[in-house]
């Protein structure tokens, strides 16, 4: 029989904190030739507040009192970097009002030592052009152009009284994979000097994604509040949201045998 000990990771760098965490979920039995995995959870915040949906307003850079309704992205080639490269194909959409899309699992990760980690928010264009997809970029996961044959890369929806629009809604809907108006964006975020992905161990690292970065720049969203199509503002908007990803906090589930 296997269990796993949380083993709890203290570092710090500049502009992240290490600190002592709860565990994050009580994790089912892995053998012993499945622990080359690292687990995600993702936590969403406004300006670093617990993200509420609908009922929460929150107060943008410009001082704009606005509720967020919907909020969805890609997350995507991920891989660990040091002198190498551990590069995982899968991808993950996150989906603030679907609480099952808030922790996800890499497998086949190489044992070693990391100190980085990449990724990118979006669809490569090949996703985007290889037809027919299943899993989390099914069409039907609403987050696909039928019309535009491409995905939306990040999606955000509200509401503020600031809005002169049906409803006082802003719609944010982010794509487009063909130059000059690719809005995938790459990420690239540093790991604690101690982050291993070791035989036994299986690293469970807490991303914060904080929507705030949507208005950073001091965006006015009574003037812009709608940006559906490929082009200028949604570049803009993706340059603003590609720093919203940090790393929060990191911790080790420890497997043995019993």
Not at 84 to 106: G, Q, W
Not at 127 to 142: F, H, Q, R
Not at 220 to 240: F, L
Request: charged fraction near 20%.
């Amino acid at each position: 029989m296997l269990v796993f000990i949380v083993l709890q990771e203290i570092a710090s760098m500049p502009g992240h904190c290490f600190a002592q965490v709860e565990p994050l979920k009580k994790v089912n039995m892995f053998s012993r030739s499945d622990t080359d995995k690292v687990l995600f959870e993702i936590v969403p915040v406004f300006n670093g507040k617990p993200l509420q949906l609908s009922k929460q307003y929150y107060v943008n850079e410009h001082g704009d009192t606005l509720y967020i309704d919907v909020f969805r992205f890609y997350i995507t080639n991920i891989s660990f970097t040091c002198n190498r490269n551990a590069i995982n194909k899968n991808s993950h959409l996150f989906d603030v009002a679907d609480s099952s899309t808030y922790d996800f699992l890499l497998k086949k990760i190489p044992p070693g030592h990391y100190d980085g980690l990449q990724f990118t928010i979006g669809v490569d264009s090949i996703d985007n052009t290889s037809g027919a997809n299943e899993g989390d970029l099914d069409p039907v996961k609403g987050m696909y152009w039928a019309w535009n044959s491409g995905y939306i890369m990040a999606k955000l929806e509200g509401h503020s009284k600031v809005c002169k629009t049906l409803h006082q809604a802003f719609e944010f809907h982010i794509g487009g994979y063909m130059p000059p108006n690719n809005t995938a964006r790459p990420v690239l975020l540093k790991l604690p000097a101690s982050f291993a992905i070791l035989e036994h161990d299986i690293p469970c690292i807490t991303l914060k994604v904080d929507i705030a970065a949507w208005f950073s720049g001091n965006l006015d969203i009574s003037k812009i509040n709608y940006i559906v199509t490929p082009g200028k503002e949604a570049n803009e908007m993706a340059d603003k949201y590609v720093k919203m990803i940090s790393v929060d906090t990191v911790e080790y589930l420890r497997c043995r045998s019993q």
